[in-house]
């Protein structure tokens, strides 16, 4: 009788459990132990609800805590265990399950909850589209089926504590595109499920339980599938008595991306390429410093060279003399391969003078067709509030200089590109004041532009300061760029630039163009700004499909047309060169 009675009970149960959202949605909490869909009742439903769990044709439950009260005997798993004392419980063998004794459930406590949308998050490698239906806001992300691909957004809660980061996505691929989710620049989860949901416009959710502090949050989805992310939504953060389900985060190691279709040096290259002159700190090379490298090629050389440095830490001034041509510089990592020096605007040179901004270079790029990969170029002078204390990591002045994957760290006047031209590719570049200033073509695409935080509210620096001739038709272009600012920094405290135009406004006309670039609450509302007298007016200065918390459109920010933004392509900024990776 019992065995024919529990047949029924299945056959009940399955009949409901087939459809995934069936019972209460799937942002309710279940209050009592086996309840796996919140119907506030243990039956039919719930067994079935399990036994679909446990054979995998489902990988959540319809309760946000379906892992807490489906652990019915209380042992810190979901398993077959659980599924036989919920057989017993529904043929009346036992009362009640084990975890009820051992680990009663606490009432839920109100919920603190918040949507963030997805299309306002700082993307990377990722765009914002509207095809498919049965989104929420204006749009919803597509990782662009790249790996390392990623949405974080900027979350504030009241309170420290543990909550829910919820995922409303759509995964319309045959296969599981799971995600590493990291908060505040830890990882929270290696490997967060986010199977098939049967098409792309059927939505789903999928969440984490973690702990998150007091005010600000910086909440990260990056894709670990070579197909990818799903398409996101939105995050929905919600307050929760449930415990957090992973271990302390542990820092965050997001690989660098790949795109499809190309195959360029990875951020960390160990192979060396034949031929190659090394560089290596302990000796194990051709040459110990960067420099003599350099020199072992002459004051002129156009044939192709290719140098290669190996992990260190090189204090050193290296110049490229204008003479070397066709030179590639690799490095083993980008994180690792650091050249830097520590001169600066007002120290003393030797020779009675001092260095000048534009001396004061950690490394001097002169020549021409020269490619760079895996680099953090660096001027490590200290800033003490002094005058005089501008410091310039790199100075490019040669055709055809090409960064990929690179990094260029310092505070005010961190990248000088003061004449030829150059192309920058998924470089970051950081700094608070003028950082990236000039008189360069320069096209700077999918790079991330930090600016550092100088603790002001008001006042936190200029990203550009661009002194274009004025017979130039382009200056700075930064295309698909996301503009993003040290942890702390004040809304509405950086300006997009100022017109810098130390030969007169009669030969000076600076230009700088955002394309297609998001911009977080950092930047000032009014985006430019005076320097030295010459009204931002006098500057080429556009936009072009601004977004993020920091876009904005007014009689300040002049916007091109789309017919007008076509023209600012790299083969045209950079005078027929047409550079790739």
């Keep these: 009788m019992m065995k024919r009675l529990l047949v029924l009970l299945i056959v009940l149960g399955m009949a409901f459990s087939i459809y995934p959202n069936s019972g209460l949605a799937a942002d309710d909490v279940s209050a009592m132990y086996g309840d796996l869909n919140g119907d506030g009742s243990v039956n039919s439903i719930d067994y079935a609800i399990m036994k679909s769990y446990l054979i995998g044709i489902r990988s959540n439950f319809p309760v946000l805590n379906g892992e807490v009260v489906g652990d019915v005997n209380a042992d810190n798993s979901v398993n077959s265990i659980d599924y036989a004392f919920i057989k017993s419980y529904l043929l009346g063998l036992i009362s009640e399950f084990p975890a009820e004794k051992t680990r009663p459930l606490t009432t839920p406590a109100p919920q603190e909850e918040a949507i963030y949308e997805a299309e306002d998050a700082a993307l990377y490698n990722s765009f914002l589209e509207t095809i498919h239906s049965g989104f929420s806001g204006s749009g919803y992300v597509n990782y662009n089926n790249e790996y390392g691909s990623y949405v974080e957004w900027k979350v504030n809660v009241a309170k420290n504590g543990a909550y829910k ?306 017979s130039a038709p382009y200056g700075f272009v930064f295309i698909n760029c996301r503009l993003t600012c040290e942890w702390g920094t004040a809304a509405n405290s950086v300006w997009l630039g100022r017109p810098w135009c130390p030969n007169g406004t009669d030969v000076n006309k600076p230009a700088v163009a955002y394309i297609n670039c998001y911009m977080d609450a950092h930047i000032k509302t009014e985006g430019w700004t005076s320097m030295s007298g010459v009204d931002p007016s006098h500057g080429r200065f556009y936009e072009y499909n601004s977004w993020g918390s920091g876009a904005a459109k007014n009689s300040s920010r002049p916007q091109l047309t789309a017919a007008q933004a076509a023209n600012y392509t790299k083969i045209n900024v950079l005078g027929g060169w047409n550079p790739s990776f």
Excluded at 350 to 356: A, E, K, L, V
Excluded at 397 to 417: A, E, Y
């Design 165 to 470: 980061l919820i995922f409303r996505y759509a995964n319309g691929a045959n296969t599981n595109r799971a995600m590493s989710i990291s908060v505040n620049k830890k990882i929270a989860r290696n490997s967060l499920d986010f199977n098939p949901t049967g098409s792309w416009t059927g939505w789903s959710e999928s969440y984490i339980v973690v702990k998150l502090d007091q005010g600000d949050n910086l909440i990260r989805a990056t894709a670990i599938t070579a197909d990818g992310g799903p398409n996101v939504d939105y995050l929905k953060v919600m307050s929760t008595n449930e415990p957090v389900m992973t271990p302390d985060p542990t820092t965050a190691q997001t690989p660098a991306p790949t795109p499809k279709n190309e195959t360029p040096v990875p951020s960390s290259s160990t192979t060396i390429p034949a031929g190659a002159i090394i560089v290596d700190k302990s000796g194990r090379g051709n040459y110990t410093t960067v420099q003599a490298a350099v020199n072992s090629l002459g004051s002129k050389s156009s044939d192709a060279k290719t140098i290669y440095i190996k992990n260190g830490n090189y204090k050193e001034v290296v110049t490229i003399p204008n003479g070397i041509s066709n030179l590639t510089i690799i490095g083993e990592s980008k994180e690792n391969v650091i050249i830097h020096y520590d001169n600066y605007n007002g120290k003393s040179n030797g020779s009675g003078g001092t260095y000048g901004t534009s001396g004061s270079a950690s490394v001097f790029i002169k020549g021409s067709d020269i490619t760079v990969h895996n680099i953090t170029f660096m001027n490590s002078f200290e800033e003490k509030g002094n005058s005089n204390e501008q410091a310039v990591a790199l100075s490019a002045t040669g055709n055809r200089i090409k960064f990929n994957n690179c990094i260029f760290r310092g505070n005010q006047d961190t990248l000088l590109c003061d004449g030829g031209t150059q192309y920058f590719y998924k470089c970051l570049i950081e700094g608070d004041v003028d950082f990236i200033f000039g008189r360069s073509q320069a096209v700077f695409e999918e790079c991330e532009i930090r600016s550092l935080n100088r603790g002001s509210k008001t006042n936190n620096g200029y990203i550009t300061a661009a002194r274009t001739d004025a």
